[in-house]
């Protein structure tokens, strides 16, 4: 069970930044602990039901539901007892949620991933002195504040492509406004083409992320459910199903 006490420090909002890294990983990247967090997630939700006696049904066929599925056989029965435990002592509704649930920031913390540059790969050895691969080597090389200054200086600074790796600069630099500012037009526009093609959907799951960063829950779960609403749409949709659960 390595590592599984980070989902307890994460659902105390307690992670070190060092510690937040490693958790993102494992989430991405390890089968059991993201089985383990899903099923910490799902519990918490169980634990926020408004009525105690619909609460200790749900409880009880959750548990029996877990207990059906080899898979969570190797499951720490710890949070059952705990969630036992809130029932018996009649701990309010909006404690429980309190103490269980994640805050804004822990859940922008485990969503937010920096988008990839598909535009102007930067290739090694290559000295292209263009403003616009200048700006994207800030940008893979994390110098956002650099990136966003020859963004400032391409020919074309109002390209829809451009604001989108704008926006995630100022994102990266905790900057949520800013990137609103710049994503929302991209998220909004209609037929864009060349290379901003596609970036609708992109600017879409970002500018909910940067609503929910800026504590404008409302605003982000409108933006949630337009990801999930678009009938061709892949990216980001199991993330979005997700970030919903901890905000509705």
């Known amino acids: 069970m390595k590592n599984f006490d980070l989902i307890d420090r994460y659902f105390d909002n307690s992670l070190t930044p060092k510690e937040q890294l490693l958790f993102n990983d494992l989430l991405q990247n390890d089968l059991d602990f993201k089985n383990e967090f899903i099923f910490r997630k799902d519990l918490t939700k169980v634990i926020a039901s408004s009525q105690q006696e619909d609460l200790k049904a749900t409880l009880n066929k959750f548990e029996d539901s877990i207990r059906q599925k080899p898979?969570?056989?190797?499951?720490?029965?710890?949070?059952?007892?705990?969630?036992?435990?809130?029932?018996?002592?009649?701990?309010?509704?909006?404690?429980?949620?309190?103490?269980?649930?994640?805050?804004?920031?822990?859940?922008?913390?485990?969503?937010?991933?920096?988008?990839?540059?598909?535009?102007?790969?930067?290739?090694?050895?290559?000295?292209?002195?263009?403003?616009?691969?200048?700006?994207?080597?800030?940008?893979?090389?994390?110098?956002?504040?650099?990136?966003?200054?020859?963004?400032?200086?391409?020919?074309?600074?109002?390209?829809?492509?451009?604001?989108?790796?704008?926006?995630?600069?100022?994102?990266?630099?905790?900057?949520?406004?800013?990137?609103?500012?710049?994503?929302?037009?991209?998220?909004?526009?209609?037929?864009?083409?060349?290379?901003?093609?596609?970036?609708?959907?992109?600017?879409?799951?970002?500018?909910?992320?940067?609503?929910?960063?800026?504590?404008?829950?409302?605003k982000a779960i409108s933006q949630l459910y337009l990801i999930l609403d678009q009938p061709d749409g892949t990216f980001k949709k199991i993330e979005a199903k997700e970030v919903l659960k901890y905000l509705e």
């Not at 007892?81 to 859940?107: D, E, H, R, Y």
């Open 71 to 218: 898979k969570f056989l190797k499951i720490p029965r710890k949070w059952l007892m705990a969630a036992s435990i809130l029932l018996v002592f009649s701990l309010g509704i909006w404690s429980v949620k309190s103490l269980f649930f994640p805050s804004n920031q822990a859940i922008y913390e485990t969503y937010f991933q920096s988008c990839r540059n598909t535009i102007q790969p930067v290739v090694r050895g290559e000295n292209l002195n263009t403003i616009e691969y200048r700006a994207f080597a800030a940008y893979e090389a994390h110098d956002y504040h650099k990136a966003i200054n020859l963004f400032n200086s391409v020919k074309n600074p109002e390209a829809a492509y451009i604001n989108f790796y704008k926006g995630l600069s100022y994102l990266e630099l905790d900057k949520s406004r800013e990137a609103i500012d710049l994503l929302k037009p991209i998220s909004q526009a209609a037929g864009l083409e060349g290379k901003s093609a596609n970036f609708n959907e992109k600017a879409n799951w970002y500018l909910a992320l940067a609503y929910l960063k800026n504590m404008e829950n409302k």
